[in-house]
């Protein structure tokens, strides 16, 4: 999130498009129905109408995997008919900025931007730049007239989603399309302000990334971003998903989105000089500029610090990508697949159901040597070897089981959607032999290096020169019990000798109290450098529970604490006008007093835009300025509909290019005999389905399917349909139906509900079905996991699966 | 005491049932064994096991599609039928806050009270004992909201004074539904639609044979028992006590002849 969970309830508009809130997000509702309480519009888009539709001023149905064209229509009508907010567009985007003349687009070229290799499935991206002066500077067209700008462009591009042609799409009635539209589109004003909520509904597409580049570029023609009430956010689906992200459980990125090095970046400095970009703009604060003091600051936190700067504070010893290599989710079980991992941890997740297609995952965990599994109850994973179809005779690979405790159960911090990390504290004693997995992980820690020390092993270092100094030792050397605020002050970071800044000395030993005085020289050390300042010298600010709230707009600056420097809102700058002044007077987020700034943490201390001085908004920017024009995403600087791997249609409406044309193919053909084969416009499978969830259960259902007050709930697999769909199919309220798709199938009760309706797509009827992903074999009469019907296929940049748009059939079950 | 009130605001429900399973907790009701009938409703109504539940209501269809969230249990009314029918004193009573509760230790199992609810609420457990909502009265003696109230996220669920609950929401311009039937009901509505169609009966009324039974048979009742012992003692007094016959049994044990070869 961009905002926070409480500003919801400042917004004039709450687009809930690609999420549930109602249901998978039940907590947010409080704030969406005080923003309702204060008079606004609440607009529900989802295929299927559902808990939250059902609080909604406007419901909009559209067909899965279609919301670029929904998107995109309505950056048309906001660009056709002047809605857009022209001041913040033209000075706080890069709308002026001019095209290289070489870049063409999708209209020009049937479906592909300039640039494409079609065997490499990829494109070069010279042509998506920028003209540019001498200095390095954007050239510039202030009026936004000239046509190779980027504001001249985009409305080139996007003139191709009419109404009618959207319409024609997505299946959404011309009359509710416009009304969502016309509701949104009112927030181009100074004083008003909209907010988009989404979640997996917009990422779990091959162009998921896509979705939500569409989303921020018309919050950014509006001027909501950085507003109270406004921003682009990200409902996390877990309490720590987005603390998790914080701390680089990707594989391309290291704690505080550093990316992970490559092979080609063989010492620090190629890594910072690859990753540390560079500007002549006088007025754009580049902050990424600081690269090298966040990796720096990691190494020293990470390993031993007698590493000097010649041996790159441990540089050396961290571990790197192949050139090229992607070490996603879908990509690490596909090796699996094919024999090509020996061991794996399953830490707290449950693969054998929350993978797409399952199948293979299930087939894949049996190709193992040994898995770790540390859950808290057993599950489809941890026992995938006695599963359905699975002989335990023929299963070699080991498995263990460690019970973990709860959540409850231990002390440390929880980073929420809103960017708070929020301390909690044990409340229960683990229970029987399950043990926080800090503990484990300590524990792990020191046998591995025990090993390592005993026997030598090839390249032992990264291990041995590993800093662990998370608590009292014993004579060994190792650490008996974890200290979790030790591990907490690292992450903030340390002085490491004394050092003088602007004046001020700090003594080695000293926390670093904000990432701004972090050093690229080694004489500082911090975890995480977003964190820095979250533990520092006025204690663990992530425990405050402090109620004042003296915005009165809900920022509570000393409830806990939150990323970055706790700014509550981030890109806040663009909330004022040049001379600092809030564009929205009744909900300002930080002004210029003439001297200073007051209200949120601004983003930088520089003095308003108007100032010499001063510096533009968007700081993360090399430019200063937000993308509308977006050079650094695989498919195209501009979103552009495709299909969904799987699709009703045979063609795309609107050019040649059926589905997003840097995809990662992982079947040989189209359809055939191997485990990720697709089945497009596949008369066996002729309706499109989306997995989703359901207030009642979480995530696969490890926690929630053995808390059997839930479970009396939502107690089976279900799926759900279409009265028009029910009729055709001979299927009734409450009759169990097999539903299929090219990889699987799954029996589910059918819930037969004029909450689905048929799509009418290109003169066809379209049925799409819905299915939960709670369920599974180890829970009796529930049924299995609806992920063994999605497709091994991902977005073009993240590689998210794509289990929001497939195709599937439903019979009745017979017998 | 000011009597408190539930103020449900049906406008505000997502049907995330937080109330059903924070009421199961605190009441720690056992899990039940249930099948998905095709619906997000389950279990499908009030049981003993379960004290309030919501109920989705699917009407109409295409753009005038609306799915309403009704959360059914005790309406703690202020003319209570369960207490006014049932024959033993305190097994229900009105709390000192005016909600409706129970002492299984006092249930006569006659289940009178399931046929004096207008709104079909009081169920008998496995002991065969009453059991319903009782607005957590262990929470609500020692001023806590129930534990429904505590665990929605909406504020769908409110308790407090009665009287300041209803006006806040007339204020507010909404019509409640419980103001003043049966004497006021203690948990007050807020619907979108008219009670009907959630399926409220829209003039909430205690079944006419009830007061048949509490107002003309039970008092005559009460009379012919005391009659009875009247006529009895009178009997006494005339004849005498009963004389055994020559075996020493009394008259009335031929009403229970020894089985046939016994």
Known sequence: MTNHWIDIRNADVVLMMGANPAENHPVSFKYVLEAKDRGATLISVDPRFTRTSAKADIYAPLRSGTDIPFLGGMIRYILENNLYFDEYVRHYTNASFLVSDDFQMPGELDGLFSGYNAEKRNYDKASWSFQRNEDGTPKTDPSLQDPRCVFQLMKKHFSRYTPEVVSDITGTPQDQLLKVYEAYAATGKRDKVATILYAMGWTQHTVGTQNIRAMAMIQLLLGNVGMAGGGVNALRGESNVQGSTDYGLLFHILPGYLPTPNAGQPDLAAYIAAHTPKTNDPQSANWWGNRGKYITSLLRATYDQSLTAEEGFGYDLMPKLDLGQNGSWLMLFDRMHKGGIKGFFAWGQNPACSGSNAGKVREALAKLDWMVTANLFDNETASFWKGPGVDPSKIDTEVFFLPAAVSFEKEGSVTNSGRWAQWRYEAAKPL??????????????????????AEGGAFPEPILKLSWNYGFKMPDGSIPHIDVHAVAKEINGYFLEDKEIAGKLYKKGDPVPGFALLQADGSTSSGNWLYCNSYADKGNLMARRGKNDPSGMGLYPEWAWCWPVNRRIIYNRAAVDMNGKPWDAKRPVVWWTGNGWA????????????????????????????????????????????????????????????????IRLFSAGAVGEDVDAYYSCDQRYPYVATTYRVTEHWQTGVMTRNTPWLLELQPSNFVELSVELGQEKGIKSGDWCVVSSGRGQVEAVAVVTRRFRPFKVQGMTIHQVGLPYHYGWHTPKAGDSANLLTPTVGDANTMIPETKAFMVNIEKKRG | MARKAFLIDMSRCIACRSCQVACKQWNKLEPEATVNRGSYENPPQLTPQLYNQIQFIEQGQGDELRWLFMNQRCMHCGDAGCIKVCPSAGALYHTPEGMVAFNQDKCIECHYCVNGCPFDVPRYDRKKKVTKCHACVDRIANGLVPACVKACPTQTLRFGDRDALIAEAKAAGKTVYGESELKGLGAVYILEDAPQTYNLPAKPAIPASIFLWKDVIKPLGILGFWGAMGAALLHYVTFGPKKLDEYGRRHDDDLNPPEKGA
Not at chain 1, 432 to 453: K, T
Not at chain 1, 608 to 623: L, R, T, V
Not at chain 1, 624 to 631: D, E, M, R, S
């Open chain 1, 599 to 662: 209200g949120d943490v601004p983003d930088g201390p520089w003095k308003p835009m108007s100032d010499a001085e001063g510096k533009k908004p968007f700081i993360m920017n090399a430019d200063g300025v937000a993308n509308l024009f977006a050079p650094g995403l695989n498919e195209g600087p501009f979103p552009e509909h495709y299909e969904a791997l799987e699709c009703p249609l045979d063609k795309n409406p609107l050019h040649s290019e059926r589905i997003n044309p840097t």
């Open chain 1, 432 to 453: 029987g032999n399950s043990r926080p997995d800090l503990e484990m992980i300590n524990d792990l820690q020191f046998r591995v290096r025990r090993l390592y020390q």
